[in-house]
């Protein structure tokens, strides 16, 4: 049974054999990974049938026409001005090429592999392109906390894992892999160890007293009910009786994160990752300097720093009206 139905061959493009090529690149991926290669190779299909492009060995005329069109393509609106739309982003169309080099690289039918030459120019210049993360006001953050409802253990893990994201600005993936030994106190400061980070090296993050506050209560629940220093802090809970089912993941917590904001009433377009962007952005707006900023943030370069600075976003904050002679 063939995975892309919609596909129609044309009788006058040699077609076929790259197209079973793609069924067997299909076969060995996940259902989720098939429905988003699907469309991307129809779309590529469909450039190739307009511009009367060989699909089976495309030329590097083709190929750099998809690719141009691609970033010329109409993307998302933009978070901060709404009324102006973006092109697609070169990352978006950075992996678009990856995907198609995979596909072609393995390919008997080609000597060269008509993606790679695209594939490489786009990797040097796609860093820097990416979307910045929405970023949410304290009035805002106040309303994410006070959406959760507390009366039950499951309350008590979500204000646990709200604060994780914006009291110690953890990215998710960190936030999941905290044990409940992790979570340690010294001197009336409550501080994590990161074992399992971005950095792949041992870390440290203390966070603030009022966020602290919340963990150790659903820390004290966990053990009230026999859970092991060693188990994982956050974890889901299944039926009624909210029965501990296991290490909550990233998929769990993702929609998690988004049921408890569209509660708050939130922009639909924040994620996990806008409490890193958001505790960032106050520190900055505080007076914290950018060292300081680096450091709660674990990354290496001010560089880094100021993608999470949105302070020069806003117009009236952009540092050229206050220039004077």
């Known amino acids: 049974m063939r995975f892309i139905p919609f596909l129609k061959v044309s009788s006058s493009l040699p077609t076929l054999s790259i197209d079973d090529h793609f069924q067997n690149f299909l076969a060995v991926k996940s259902e989720c990974t098939r429905r988003s290669y699907k469309g991307l190779f129809k779309e590529w299909w469909d450039f190739c049938i307009k511009t009367k ?24 609106s933009c978070r901060y001005t709404p009324e102006v739309e973006e092109v697609c982003c070169p990352s978006t169309v950075w992996r678009k090429v990856t995907v198609l080099r995979a596909v072609y690289g393995s390919f008997p039918g080609n000597q060269k592999n008509p993606f790679e030459e695209p594939y490489q120019r786009l990797k040097k210049n796609k860093g820097g392109f990416k979307r910045p993360t929405e970023v949410i006001s304290a009035h805002q953050v106040q309303q994410l906390f006070k959406a959760i409802d507390t009366r039950d253990k499951a309350g008590e893990r979500d204000l646990a894992f709200i604060s994780l994201l914006f009291g110690a600005g953890l990215r998710i993936n960190e936030a999941l892999n905290l044990r409940i030994s992790d979570v340690r106190q010294e001197a009336d400061i409550t501080y994590f ?31 009230l009910e026999g859970a092991l220093i060693s188990e994982p802090l956050l974890i889901k809970y299944r039926g009624r009786k909210l029965r501990p089912d296991g290490r909550m993941s990233a998929k769990s917590a993702y929609t998690l994160f988004k049921e408890i904001a569209a509660g708050a009433g939130l922009p639909p377009n924040i994620s996990p990752h806008s409490g890193r962007a958001t505790a960032a952005t106050q520190l900055l707006l505080s007076g914290n300097d950018y060292g300081s900023v680096k450091d709660f943030l674990r990354h290496e370069s001010f560089g880094m720093v100021s993608k999470y600075d949105h302070r020069l976003r806003v117009r009236k904050n952009h540092p050229g009206l206050k220039l004077k002679y």
Do not use: C
């Not at 090296?201 to 203390?206: G, W």
């Open 53 to 76: 492009g060989d699909v089976s060995n495309p030329s590097p005329k083709t190929v750099f026409g998809y690719v141009s069109e691609m970033l010329q393509k109409p993307g998302e």
């Open 193 to 223: 160890v990161l074992s399992r980070n971005k950095s792949r090296r041992p870390d440290e993050q203390a966070i603030d007293e009022v966020f602290a506050a919340h963990i150790w209560r659903y820390i004290n629940t966990r053990i």
